[in-house]
């Protein structure tokens, strides 16, 4: 049986850690987007602003908890 050492080269991009998804990365990707308003229509500004809403939600939720050992 020959067994083979995992490469960094061979492993896929989505088990790079900077690739995940979390609510502050995308909160902060929304608010660059809100900054150049320009680019989209107001249909689209609603559901950007409607999006940073849910992702405050989400994120003050994910810090909610007993905390670590308790």
Do not use: C, H
């Amino acid at each position: 049986m020959i067994s083979m050492k995992p490469n960094e080269e061979t492993q896929p991009v989505s088990m790079n850690v900077s690739n995940m998804w979390s609510p502050k990365r995308e909160i902060k990707y929304i608010k660059e987007a809100l900054k150049k308003d320009y680019l989209y229509s107001d249909e689209e500004l609603r559901k950007l602003k409607s999006r940073l809403r849910d992702m405050y939600i989400v994120n003050s939720q994910l810090k909610k908890g007993p905390g670590f050992g308790k």
